[in-house]
């Protein structure tokens, strides 16, 4: 069945950088665009950043464009996130997700998610 | 503040039919599939409808999605107590080159 565990999330400081993971299992990795979306505490879904199945086209969110860059490792079914110039608007639960089908980069369905990982940028 | 818009909250009692509308506009909605998302406190969220109106294997016939113009809906008929969840509306933004979503809706079984 189909997997995705993040990791990496934690406590950081104003500033300062992290980097998640997100392990895939259960299906043919490099085949899938992959998303990043994030959940601040008590507040509703916020997309970040995908990531096409070869890694040659990305998009991001204007609120993290320019600090995070998503990228991928297809040898090791991995998606990453290197988040940098954390801000305490960052804190969230980051979860991994699976797209379906995009149609020239058009991505509505997320088919699978992570349970996420927890990041909290404070001082 | 969320590109598409949903109610906060709807509720309705055990048994009963609900929808929950998300508007948006031609940039989004209107001119790609909306797909609706579950989330139980504490859990991932699910994918509920693809697509507008289609259901992954193994959500029940009880769930529904349309969409008309720049808006969608979903419903629940048969309503039960383990319905109780947020949900997400969620779709390309071609202009701004982004999946959006909705700000959620908390549903409540009374």
């Known amino acids: 069945q189909v997997q995705l565990v993040e990791s990496g999330g934690g406590l950081v400081k104003p500033g300062g950088s992290l980097r998640l993971s997100c392990a895939a299992s259960g299906f043919t990795f490099s085949d899938y665009y992959v998303t990043w979306v994030r959940q601040a505490p008590g507040k509703g879904l916020e997309w970040v950043s995908y990531?096409?199945?070869?890694?040659?086209?990305?998009y991001y969110a204007d609120s993290v464009k320019g600090r995070f860059t998503i990228s991928r490792d297809n040898t090791k079914n991995s998606l990453y996130l290197q988040m940098n110039s954390l801000r305490a608007e960052d804190t969230a639960v980051y979860h991994c997700?699976?797209?379906?089908?995009?149609?020239?980069?058009?991505?509505?369905?997320?088919?699978?998610w992570g349970q996420g990982t927890q990041v909290t940028v404070s001082s | 503040q969320s590109v598409l818009t949903q109610p906060p909250s709807v509720s309705a009692a055990p048994g009963q039919k609900v929808t929950i509308s998300c508007s948006g506009s031609?940039?989004?909605?209107?001119?790609?599939?909306v797909s609706w998302y579950q989330q139980f406190p504490g859990t991932a969220p699910k994918l509920l409808i693809y697509d507008n109106y289609k259901r992954p294997s193994g959500i029940p016939d009880r769930f529904s999605g349309s969409k008309s113009g720049t808006s969608a809906t979903l419903g629940i008929t048969g309503l039960q107590t383990g319905d109780e969840a947020d949900y997400y509306c969620?779709?390309?933004?071609?202009?701004?080159?982004?999946?959006?979503f909705g700000g959620g809706t908390k549903l409540t079984v009374l």
């Open positions: 990531i096409s199945s070869s890694g040659t086209t990305r």
């Open positions: 997700a699976r797209l379906g089908p995009c149609d020239n980069g058009v991505c509505s369905k997320l088919e699978y």
């Open positions: 031609s940039s989004n909605i209107g001119n790609n599939y």
């Open positions: 969620g779709t390309w933004d071609s202009s701004l080159s982004a999946v959006v």
